[in-house]
């Protein structure tokens, strides 16, 4: 440790003007959001996730009965690998009522789309109820008796994916019953760039929620704080919200998800060709569902015959895949460039390359693209170039918006 004396009280006050000018130049919490920092961790490069910093939460969970908010990603990671948060707090004994399981359930293995069950945790014995079911808010009869909410969960910073939707309507429920919302911040795999269309309010839905671009640049935190501060939720309510935030974290570090965030995103390629791809789930288009090869390539059936070819056939995550059991041709991605932009040349070519008694875009592609608009410039044979520079204008305001929620450079 080192220690430092003063020889008068001159060099005292020069301190302490000097510490008092460093703190005024941290970031400031936003409206209704509390952030909480651990000012004794020792210096490390390692990013450490909320759930990490066990110091910063625990003592909120005092004489409170929590739920949480959470699925396979909700881990704390530790030397020896990682244990589930709710098995950690469980043998600290936290008063844990119940578990929300968001899409693809408490573990993880849920087709998309799929309805999931409420059940028990056969490790714990503590209940779950599912958000993707009957109802993707929690009811106030569901609320009865929790005294603290928390978020837990891995995002990939993808309009689209609807873990964001979930955390709205916990956030949303919350204010209505007067129950506070904690936020275990996690790093954004896609948190190094901004990019795509920004959903038109008109086509919200569960698969987009808010007037964001297709890739917005922020951890999970951050987006709850934009969903509080820009009154997004129904009547413009507010919740009790705080976040703990990433340490060592940047939007410019790259991490590695060590757990697949969901069963048709099995490794970092496909998470990062995620937004590019995700907008064939609009359309006949097979993204790699019902292979290994889960959003790193793309085919089907009536493409024209090449090299590279895959047969879909149920599996994990994906029971029904499109074209099941077709011979497929198409094009294979494993070997792409690392992407800082929605590339928007596999949407062009497999529209190309479908034949005009195929129905290309489906019934979902417009929520998935958050507008009519790309549908009819794909169909109008608009370049890459040109769809591109007609999304600048609302993301340069997106990012005007984005830029008082940022908790991180």
Same mark, same amino acid.
């Given at each position: 440790?080192?220690?430092?004396?003063?020889?008068?009280?001159?060099?005292?006050?020069?301190?302490?003007?000097?510490?008092?000018?460093?703190?005024?130049?941290?970031?400031?919490?936003?409206?209704?959001?509390?952030?909480?920092?651990?000012?004794?961790?020792?210096?490390?490069?390692?990013?450490?996730?909320?759930?990490?910093?066990?110091?910063?939460?625990?003592?909120?969970?005092?004489?409170?009965?929590?739920?949480?908010?959470?699925?396979? =990603? =909700?881990?704390?990671?530790?030397?020896?690998?990682?244990?589930?948060?709710?098995?950690?707090?469980?043998?600290?004994?936290?008063?844990?009522?119940?578990?929300?399981?968001?899409?693809?359930?408490?573990?993880?293995?849920?087709?998309?789309?799929?309805?999931?069950?409420?059940?028990?945790?056969?490790?714990?014995?503590?209940?779950?109820?599912?958000? @993707?079911?009957?109802?993707?808010?929690?009811?106030?009869?569901?609320?009865?008796?929790?005294?603290?909410?928390?978020?837990?969960?891995?995002?990939?910073?993808?309009?689209?994916?609807?873990?964001?939707?979930?955390?709205?309507?916990?956030?949303?429920?919350?204010?209505?019953?007067?129950?506070?919302?904690?936020?275990?911040?996690?790093?954004?795999?896609?948190?190094?760039?901004?990019?795509?269309?920004?959903?038109?309010?008109?086509?919200?839905?569960?698969?987009?929620?808010?007037?964001?671009?297709?890739?917005? +640049?922020?951890?999970?935190?951050?987006?709850?704080?934009?969903?509080?501060?820009?009154?997004?939720?129904?009547?413009?309510?507010?919740?009790?919200?705080?976040?703990?935030?990433?340490?060592?974290?940047?939007?410019?570090?790259?991490?590695?998800?060590?757990?697949?965030?969901?069963?048709?995103?099995?490794?970092?390629?496909?998470?990062?060709?995620?937004?590019?791809?995700? !907008? !064939?789930?609009? =359309?006949?288009?097979?993204?790699?569902?019902? =292979?290994?090869?889960?959003?790193?390539?793309?085919?089907?059936?009536? !493409?024209?015959?090449?090299?590279?070819?895959?047969?879909?056939?149920?599996?994990?995550?994906?029971?029904?895949?499109?074209?099941? +059991?077709?011979?497929?041709?198409?094009?294979?991605?494993?070997?792409?460039?690392?992407?800082?932009?929605?590339?928007?040349? @596999?949407?062009?070519?497999?529209?190309?390359?479908?034949?005009?008694?195929?129905?290309?875009?489906?019934?979902?592609?417009?929520?998935?693209?958050?507008?009519?608009?790309?549908?009819?410039?794909?169909?109008?044979?608009?370049?890459?170039?040109?769809?591109?520079?007609?999304?600048?204008?609302?993301?340069?305001?997106?990012?005007?918006?984005?830029?008082? @929620?940022?908790?991180?450079?």
């Amino acid at each position: 440790m080192i220690s430092i004396s003063f020889k008068n009280t001159y060099f005292l006050l020069v301190f302490l003007l000097f510490f008092s000018f460093i703190s005024c130049g941290q970031p400031k919490p936003t409206n209704k959001t509390k952030t909480i920092t651990n000012k004794t961790q020792k210096i490390s490069n390692e990013i450490l996730t909320g759930s990490q910093q066990t110091s910063l939460y625990l003592k909120l969970f005092k004489n409170k009965r929590i739920a949480l908010i959470a699925n396979q =990603t =909700t881990v704390i990671f530790n030397k020896n690998g990682y244990t589930h948060l709710v098995d950690s707090l469980f043998k600290l004994n936290a008063n844990i009522s119940k578990v929300f399981s968001p899409e693809h359930g408490f573990r993880g293995e849920a087709d998309a789309s799929e309805e999931i069950a409420d059940g028990v945790d056969l490790k714990t014995g503590i209940p779950i109820i599912s958000l @993707y079911g009957k109802s993707k808010k929690p009811t106030k009869e569901q609320l009865d008796g929790i005294d603290l909410i928390v978020f837990d969960v891995q995002d990939v910073g993808v309009r689209f994916y609807t873990y964001i939707s979930t955390m709205h309507y916990i956030m949303e429920a919350c204010a209505e019953a007067n129950i506070p919302v904690l936020v275990l911040d996690r790093p954004n795999p896609n948190g190094h760039y901004i990019d795509g269309p920004t959903l038109e309010i008109e086509h919200k839905s569960f698969v987009g929620m808010h007037p964001v671009p297709l890739v917005y +640049g922020m951890t999970i935190g951050e987006y709850a704080q934009m969903i509080n501060g820009e009154k997004w939720l129904k009547n413009g309510v507010q919740c009790n919200l705080t976040v703990i935030p990433l340490k060592n974290y940047t939007h410019q570090s790259k991490y590695k998800l060590p757990i697949r965030p969901s069963p048709n995103l099995p490794n970092e390629i496909a998470i990062n060709l995620y937004p590019s791809l995700g !907008f !064939f789930e609009g =359309t006949t288009i097979n993204a790699g569902r019902g =292979t290994e090869n889960q959003f790193q390539q793309y085919g089907a059936p009536f !493409f024209p015959k090449s090299e590279f070819k895959f047969t879909p056939k149920p599996n994990f995550g994906s029971k029904y895949p499109k074209h099941n +059991g077709k011979l497929c041709y198409g094009v294979n991605l494993n070997n792409t460039n690392y992407l800082n932009a929605v590339n928007l040349d @596999y949407l062009i070519d497999a529209h190309n390359k479908t034949p005009k008694n195929e129905k290309f875009f489906g019934n979902t592609f417009t929520i998935h693209a958050g507008n009519t608009k790309l549908e009819q410039q794909i169909k109008n044979g608009q370049s890459a170039e040109e769809i591109r520079k007609s999304w600048q204008p609302k993301i340069e305001n997106f990012k005007l918006i984005r830029k008082k @929620y940022l908790l991180y450079e």
